[in-house]
């Protein structure tokens, strides 16, 4: 695929994929530039980003649920169980609840007000009552989201270095609050740069769990899908089952869905998980998309 490159003096160059990685001499001011190497996933990395924070330059992470909290929190730990990232998803309770009060005060004044104006011009028949009392409701519903949504907050995930969220390493934005079928949600950098889109299709989930990471450019660079389609099918009859049949996950690369890592819940009391890319040794799948897909995959599942 070509490659594209912008020096700092806004001349931009295609190249074929043989300068990959390279340093480069740009012909317009002669300043030295680096081509983004192209993986095998098909996507372009920028040089020098491929595991951002050293934090991330592992094949292996060690996740765990803080319980009893209202946000949920996540401890990352390398193999070791040395601490290496706090992660937090904030409930917004009070801000949440307050737009639920709001949205329920609209909807009942505006049913209440179509249901009265109604009978009052029709009459008080049987009928004409139940069609007031319907139309009202459903009126009044639609009326009760669109009063409700703007108010409620979005739900983003930040990572931070430790507890102390002094600095903050990753996160990932929820793109929009209302998304009746389609998920979608942004990975950016510390510097706010965009890394990836994460999608999920809440219908094809019925029947198999799957979220489509994207790169900024929208090409595809992976699949996260319930690690089975029969094990899949059996926790939507069973559940759980207790604990035997807990929901995993593989990550495999578009088109020949070769297995490049795997997000395992543990057979434990409490939620702990293990994401493991072992099968991508080279590392062309950045990490920190990888993490934040973990992520995403337990706390936007509700596992």
């Known amino acids: ?54 934090i991330f330059d592992r094949d292996k992470f060690l996740l765990r649920q803080k319980v009893m909290a209202i946000n949920a929190k996540y401890f990352v730990s390398d193999e070791q169980n040395r601490p290496i990232v706090f992660v937090e998803r904030p409930a917004h309770l009070l801000q949440n609840l307050g737009a639920v009060l709001v949205a329920l005060i609209v909807g009942i004044i505006i049913a209440g007000g179509i249901i009265f104006g109604v009978i009052t011009v029709l009459g008080e028949s049987e009928p004409v009552v139940l069609a007031a009392v319907i139309v009202g409701l459903v009126i009044g519903g639609f009326a009760a989201l669109l009063a409700g949504i703007p108010l409620s907050a979005k739900r983003h995930v930040s990572f931070y270095s430790d507890e102390s969220r002094t600095r903050k390493i990753l996160e990932i934005l929820q793109d929009a609050k209302f998304q009746p079928i389609t998920a979608t949600y942004t990975v950016r950098d510390a510097n706010g740069d965009v890394l990836a889109r994460l999608h999920k299709n809440i219908l094809y989930n019925l029947i198999r769990k799957r979220w489509y990471c994207y790169a900024p450019d929208g090409s595809l660079i992976f699949i996260a899908m319930e690690d089975s389609i029969v094990l899949s099918l059996l926790r939507r009859f069973l559940g759980t089952f207790y604990g035997l049949l807990r929901t995993n996950f593989i990550f495999v690369t578009p088109g020949d869905e070769r297995v490049i890592g795997e997000f395992n819940r543990k057979f434990t009391l409490f939620d702990r998980y293990v994401l493991d890319l072992t099968a991508d040794p080279e590392r062309w799948l950045d990490r920190r998309i990888a993490l934040g897909m973990g992520l995403m995959l337990d706390t936007g599942e509700r596992r």
Do not use: H, K
Not at 5 to 18: K, M, P, Q, V
Not at 44 to 52: D, E, R
């Open 1 to 54: 695929m070509p490659i594209t490159i912008t020096c700092e003096c806004g001349s931009s160059y295609n190249l074929r994929d043989e300068f990959a990685g390279q340093t480069l001499q740009c012909p317009s001011c002669q300043r030295t530039v680096v081509a983004p190497a192209v993986n095998v996933l098909n996507y372009a990395v920028p040089a020098g980003a491929a595991q951002g924070d050293g």
